[in-house]
């Protein structure tokens, strides 16, 4: 079941449960989305997975759910929270592909932010990208991160060295326009 906290023009978030757990675990063992997270050498079953859902459902964890259809497209959150500097990390993935560079990813993180900035008093929002996804790249900067910094060589993967890329915002740098 799914309740409307963040709503947007073509998403919504809702706080993510265990009931969403089988849902995940489908899209964290499909490759193409997982090659894209930190979890993609981690085992991923259904029991690790409610556990996990469990412990980050009581943080600022959502997941994205489609206005128009009801369907679960995806989960997106913020984690390493500190509260005393203002300060986040957020980290998103839309495992249904059908949904990507639809501008769903944009306008999830738009109605993250906008929350985290009025309501949890953040200051800065940081995130971390791998330095080959490019779509990934594009929809951070269309929200308003600016990259501010690269950790070379930082990543290797499918056999292929990438830098990691350190994009970060402020509530002046979000974009309206989601
Ligand atoms: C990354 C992700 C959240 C982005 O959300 P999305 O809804 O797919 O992306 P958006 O539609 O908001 O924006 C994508 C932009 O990139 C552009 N784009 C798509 N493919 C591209 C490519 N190969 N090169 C450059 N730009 C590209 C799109 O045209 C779009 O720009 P526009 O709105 O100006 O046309 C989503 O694709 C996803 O979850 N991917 C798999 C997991 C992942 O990568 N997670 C992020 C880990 S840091």
Known sequence: MHFRKLVGNKCYLSPLSVEDAEQCTAW??????????????????LDAEREALEKIGREHNYAIVDLA?????GVCGFFDTDRLNGTAELGIFIGDKAYWSRGY???AMTLLLRYGFDYLNFEN??????????RAI?????????EMGRRRRALK??????????MDITPEDLSGDA
Do not use: W
């Open 28 to 45: 964290l063992n499909d490759l193409e989305v997982v090659r894209n997270l930190s979890r993609v050498s981690a085992v991923i079953g």
């Open 69 to 73: 259809t009801e369907a679960m497209i």
């Open 105 to 107: 990813g944009r306008e």
């Open 125 to 134: 929002v940081l995130l971390r990208v791998y330095s080959f996804n490019a």
């Open 138 to 146: 594009e929809s951070y900067k269309r929200v308003g991160f600016r």
């Open 157 to 166: 993967r499918e056999r292929q060295f990438f830098d990691v890329i350190y």
